[in-house]
């Protein structure tokens, strides 16, 4: 079992993708360009030294013994291929042994000169202040004992100016992939994110109490374990949920019998015997109290199990109904309770008759509910009205009274189960009237909405139901 403590602290899923790929793809562009100005350099030196050493080969080309004496013809090209727009200075030596016969006297000499017949080595050195690569060639004229050695050196502007615009340029191009990586990573990473994001969607979009399996179809492989655990989830909270409204429903039905024999007998009690004034007829009177608004309880569970029960499988009953017929019915069969409290219940239809597409029982529980329940609170001598009228997507029903309302930072609360208002609690109630109203909506498809009465004193109540779609 996972600790709670583990769930405390929120992270992101994003910014841990996000860190996850781009710190990494980071890295890897600074290697890129750390080996990317290695090879910078190596290519400018490669391309500078082969110069270089071209110069030395073509200067070693043109020597000769004449008269004992080494000879050499430094042709014009030797040295004109070093020129660049960087101006660089060129100097050169050629030395058989220890004597020098031409160039500059004063050019450093190589640490570790050729020792073969046309071997190449190169050195850095400073001349005259200023950093130098060397390129020295071994050559070996006949009859001379010694090896020729051929120096050819130039400053290093013109490879600085070219390392510099190449790296330059490496570095724009670093820094627009990391511009494209910021720009592109994120949205890269929400479209990896959609499915779950599609998931989400599909969640909230469910009604309350609908422990359905989510479906695994378009569900990438990496999430599937995941909504298997959550189907399991919902699969054990299911069997939880019905396991509270079997006992709910169960407990209600068993206790009904014995309270309905105990009204009997109180009923026989009180039509049999007369009490005298006292404690005896206030202890009579307390019990038929008691056992109504128990008797009314159990009703009320009753009514709420079964509105809930009716939940998942409900919308697949329903049928095109004539709302009005529905309404009229349920007001005729309160007209009895209404008048017995000195109530006025009208019933108000705008039109003859309208169809919608519900399950006509549990919308006529739904009227009834609202109806018992405005009675119980408009005091006597009050109204309690009706109506039904047809809105461009369905039906608006509406049970107005003008009793004492419902405040409106209240409203959001009344249709928590067993919430009632603080001036409530000494009348007699149950707090489930709207819960059970809310809960049938949910199972027909229909909204509820508390307003104002029209007449600024009372509760009205809006019902819309939708219109049967095959209907002409």
Known sequence: MVPAAQFVRSTSLTRRMLLGLGLPMAALALLLGLGGALTINNIVEGVNDRILGASARAIAETLALEDDQVTLDIPPSALGMLENDARDNVYYSVRAGNDLITGYPDLPRVRRPPVDDGQIVYEYARFREFPIRIAAMARQVPRVQSLVIVEVAETLDARRALRDRMLGALAILELMLLALLLMLL???VHWGLRPLEAIRRHMEGRRKADFDPLPLDHVPNELRSLIAAVNSLLARLDNAVQGIRRFTADASHQMRTPLTILRTHIDLLKASVVLPEGPARQSAADIDAATTRLQRLLTQLLALARAEGSREAAMARARPTDIVAVARTVAEEHAPRALRSSVDLQFDPAVPALKV????????????NLVDNAIH?????????VSVQAESDGALVVVEDNGPGIPVEDRPLVFTRFRRLDRDQSHPGSGLGLAIVQALAEAIGASVALADASSGSGLRVEIRLPFDPARS
């Open 377 to 385: 609170y408009t005091p006597a001598d009050g109204v309690v009205t």
């Open 186 to 188: 994120p949205i890269a």
């Open 357 to 368: 597409l519900t399950i006509g029982d549990l919308a006529g529980e739904l009227i009834g």
